[in-house]
C-alpha cells in the first residue's frame, strides 16, 4: 500500500504541473497577443514614413567640447541632432551658447565633429 500512495503522489504532482503549465501557458499566449495587438496600434502604419513620427534625438554631448550646459542651451534651442548642429555657423552657436562658448570651446572643431557624426549617423 505504501508504495500505490507514493505513486498517486507523484502521479498528482506530475497532472498538478501539467494542469498548471497548460493554464500559464494559455494565459501568457493571450497576454502577449494583447500586448502586441497595443503595440501595433500605438505606432504608425508600415505604409507611412516611420521616421517623420519618431522624435530623433542624439547625444549632443559625445562631441567633444560640448558638456551639460552646453547641451541643454542647444536643446532649448531646438538643437537636438548632429545634423541641425552641423547647419549651424560659428556666429549662429556663438549666438544660442553665448560667450561662454569661447572660454570653453573651440566652435569650429564642434561643428566639424558635428558634420562627421550627423553622415555616420545618417549613411
Do not use: H
Not at 505504501?2 to 502521479?11: Q, R, S
Not at 494559455?26 to 514614413?49: A, F, H, I, M, N
Not at 542651451?73 to 537636438?80: E, H, R, S
Amino acid at each position: 500500500m505504501g508504495a500505490n500512495v507514493w505513486l498517486a503522489f507523484v502521479l498528482g504532482l506530475l497532472v498538478g504541473w501539467l494542469i498548471e503549465w497548460i493554464i500559464d501557458w494559455v494565459y501568457w499566449r493571450r497576454k502577449c497577443r494583447q500586448l502586441r495587438e497595443e503595440l501595433e496600434q500605438s505606432l504608425p502604419s508600415r505604409s507611412g514614413d516611420l521616421w517623420s513620427t519618431v522624435p530623433l534625438e542624439d547625444d549632443l554631448q559625445l562631441i567633444k567640447g560640448i558638456g551639460p550646459v552646453i547641451s541643454k542651451k542647444l536643446n532649448d534651442a531646438g538643437i537636438t541632432t548632429f545634423a541641425q548642429l552641423a547647419e549651424l555657423t560659428v556666429a549662429q552657436l556663438e549666438e544660442i551658447i553665448g560667450e561662454e562658448i569661447k572660454r570653453l570651446a573651440d566652435e569650429e572643431e564642434i561643428l566639424r565633429q558635428a558634420r562627421e557624426l550627423a553622415n555616420r549617423r545618417y549613411r
